[in-house]
């Protein structure tokens, strides 16, 4: 017989997974407020910030086309660590370079009306 007083989940348990989700909700907002003011820029587009990056314009990136673009057009030195973190998150089929689709997943914000100001762009 189930003891049905019994917490599914421990306290100190409970307390890391409201602080997990907590963080996670403070950086999703701050990550789409960084959006919004990314594309408030009237002259800002996907396409010439990929640019940047796909240098060869063969339509995506590798990890060091990536961390080039960054450190050399940027001046942002991101480790080993964020650039695969990066990747993990928006190499969406895993084949170790990120499509222009992909990249703008990473740029165009949630709201509808805010993408299709981007994306029209």
């Given amino acids: 017989m189930k003891n049905i007083n019994k917490p599914l989940i421990q306290n100190q ?3 890391d997974l409201l602080s997990a989700f907590m963080q996670l909700i403070d950086q999703e907002r701050l990550i789409e407020q960084s959006k919004l003011r ?6 800002f587009n996907l396409f010439d910030a990929f640019k940047i990056f796909d240098q ?9 086309e990536l961390n080039a ?3 050399n057009n940027l001046g942002i030195v991101p480790t ?4 695969d973190l990066f990747f993990q ?3 969406i089929d895993r084949d170790g370079r ?3 689709v992909e990249f703008c997943d990473a740029f165009v914000p949630l709201d509808r009306n805010y993408a299709s ?3 029209s762009r």
Avoid: P
Wanted: hydrophobic share 40%; proline share 0%.
């Fill in 13 to 15: 348990i409970k307390e």
């Fill in 38 to 43: 990314l594309i408030m820029h009237a002259d």
């Fill in 56 to 64: 060869l314009s063969r339509g995506s990136l590798t990890l060091s």
């Fill in 69 to 71: 673009g960054l450190t």
């Fill in 80 to 83: 080993q660590e964020e650039i």
């Fill in 89 to 91: 998150r928006y190499d």
């Fill in 98 to 100: 990120l499509r222009f």
């Fill in 117 to 119: 100001v981007v994306n």
